[in-house]
């Protein structure tokens, strides 16, 4: 997938991508055979591996130079990001990712949950021999922000949360992962302070921006392009942020609408409409536009670091983000 979208961002940390995906590949060596099973399914499609560009990218702002270091954090973080997929498609109920069977799916929600704990014991393995214990704290946190982002939206009262809770429950889900990225592959390089935090910074508002696309996607995205179900999160009656603008959209007669998404179970007649009248709102552009801005955050948090072909290269990752449509 990576290839497929003929972005030129990857370009200047090329090497450091083919040498992670071999080791995604390898995750499974020596390992119970419904592991490695699972791990080569998974890995077929590694997916847009934006995370850990973020990583390599980041790591070229500081004098340090040590390749295996940098190579495991990425790679530790991937892991963290495979595993917390693999665990929401079971919460999820989820059929397809990328366009083939989620590992719930082709084995069972058993299975799953065991693949997903194997992910993190890798993970947690490969941050346990990075040299500074403030990155190793880094992955933790990361860990701890993904769980609780999930436990608080599946645990939540069931109702349509303000704008500032979607917010921050994306940025506990997503934008964390993004930010540990580049802030801690800023740190294992020594880079000066004021450019790990600008790279934090920018790891932050990316993510976000990620997300809410990902969230219009859901509701707007051709389903063959975006390699997911269309309308999973509105099926499931998990409101997003383009539907939380269609619903203020009706200034104070929303409650029926309100009513219509938060149902567990919908008809794909309810499906049907449901979608054709959020498309038809203004939701999906509001959101999109609070994309944008987040998009630009990020981008003014570039200009504190030096001007250099890899600040160009997180530039043009941000501007993908954004207008991407998988």
């Known amino acids: 997938m990576r290839a497929a979208t003929g972005a ?52 070229r702002f500081g004098p340090g130079r040590d ?26 109920r989820a059929e397809l990712r990328r366009n083939i069977q989620t590992v719930n ?4 929600d058993d299975v799953a949950l065991i693949v997903g704990d194997y992910l993190f014991a890798k993970a947690y393995a490969l941050a346990a021999v990075l040299p500074k214990p403030e990155v190793i704290a880094i992955v933790a946190q990361t860990v701890f922000a993904l769980c609780d982002g999930e436990l608080g939206e599946i645990t939540g009262a069931r109702g349509l949360p303000t704008e500032d809770a979607y917010l921050e429950r994306i940025e506990l889900k997503t934008a964390s992962l993004y930010a540990a990225c580049a802030q ?63 619903v203020e959209e009706r200034d104070g007669t929303g409650s029926e609408l309100e009513t219509r998404i938060l149902a567990p179970a ?8 449901l979608l054709a009248e959020i498309r038809s709102s203004s939701g999906p552009e509001r959101a999109r536009q609070r994309a944008l801005a987040f998009h ?31």
């Open 296 to 326: 630009d955050a990020a981008v003014r948090a570039l200009d504190r670091l030096p001007a250099r072909a890899e600040r160009d290269a997180l530039r043009e990752a941000a501007d993908f983000v954004v207008r991407r449509v998988r």
């Open 266 to 273: 919908k008809s794909a007649g309810d499906m049907s409409a």
């Open 184 to 246: 801690g592959a800023a740190l294992l390089a020594d880079a000066e302070p004021d450019h790990v935090a600008a790279l934090g910074a920018f790891g932050t508002n990316l993510g976000m921006a990620f997300q809410i696309t990902d969230d219009v996607l859901d509701l707007v995205g051709d389903e063959e392009d975006f390699g997911k179900m269309v309308g999973r999160d509105l099926l499931e009656g998990m409101p997003t942020l383009p539907m939380i603008y269609a």
């Open 105 to 108: 799916a082709k084995w069972n």
């Open 8 to 59: 030129s961002f990857y370009a200047p940390v090329d090497g450091e991508l083919r040498e992670l995906e071999r080791r995604l590949r390898d995750v499974g060596s020596g390992a119970h055979p419904v592991f490695r099973e699972a791990v080569a399914h998974l890995f077929t499609t590694p997916g847009k591996l934006l995370r850990p560009t973020l990583v390599f990218l980041s790591s």
């Open 67 to 92: 390749r295996e270091v940098v190579l495991n954090l990425a790679e530790s973080l991937e892991l963290v990001h495979t595993a917390s997929l693999v665990h929401d498609d079971v919460v999820d």
